[in-house]
């Protein structure tokens, strides 16, 4: 999602018209984002123009070390501003899965895989019993349609329902 957050607002990105994306993004941002000489200034950038290519080759090598049994986790470099915090991870999955992985595949990079790479999965990473229960509650099936990640219905953080 690092080289997305450069080339993406060469202009407005459709998310930005998310009910789900902006109940929860940074307004001065948006605004600040959609400044058309901001927007001009990255479509004219060299840099956010090599970062196009560069995705479209991770997304290739991304393919290619799935097919080699290579153990993937998903990590973020989300936070800096224009990389959202939260909602660039689920387009993260759904890269992942237009990269070739399979929605199981990128979900276990996200959790299992991910735990296991920073060495936390006696405690974290998949539920069960003696594990910390942090979980989504979705009302759809993201096996099914890896965007179903955005319909959430609750959140759970060691094992107590989040007010959202």
């Known amino acids: 999602m690092r080289e997305v957050s450069t080339f993406v607002y060469e202009g407005t990105p459709d998310f930005f018209s ?6 929860r993004a940074n307004p001065e941002w948006v605004a600040m984002l959609k400044d058309p000489a901001r927007q001009q ?10 970062y196009k290519v560069a995705l479209q080759i991770a997304s290739r ?13 998903m990590g973020t470099d989300t936070g800096p501003t224009g990389r959202f915090q939260g909602y660039f991870e689920l387009m993260e999955l759904e890269l ?3 990269a070739g992985m399979t929605p199981r ?6 959790t299992r895989d991910a735990a296991r790479c920073m060495k936390l999965d006696r ?3 998949t539920i069960e019993r003696g594990k910390w229960a942090d979980f ?13 990640v955005r319909k959430i219905s609750s959140v759970w953080i060691a094992g107590n329902n989040v007010a959202r």
């Open 18 to 23: 998310y009910p789900f994306f902006l109940a």
């Open 41 to 50: 200034a990255m479509g004219a950038s060299s840099a956010a123009q090599r």
């Open 61 to 73: 090598n991304l393919k290619r070390l799935v097919d080699a049994g290579v153990p993937i986790a």
């Open 96 to 98: 992942m899965v237009k």
């Open 105 to 110: 595949q990128a979900l276990t990079a996200a």
């Open 123 to 125: 405690d974290l990473g």
């Open 136 to 148: 989504v509650v979705l009302d759809a099936d993201p096996l099914a349609d890896i965007s179903n």
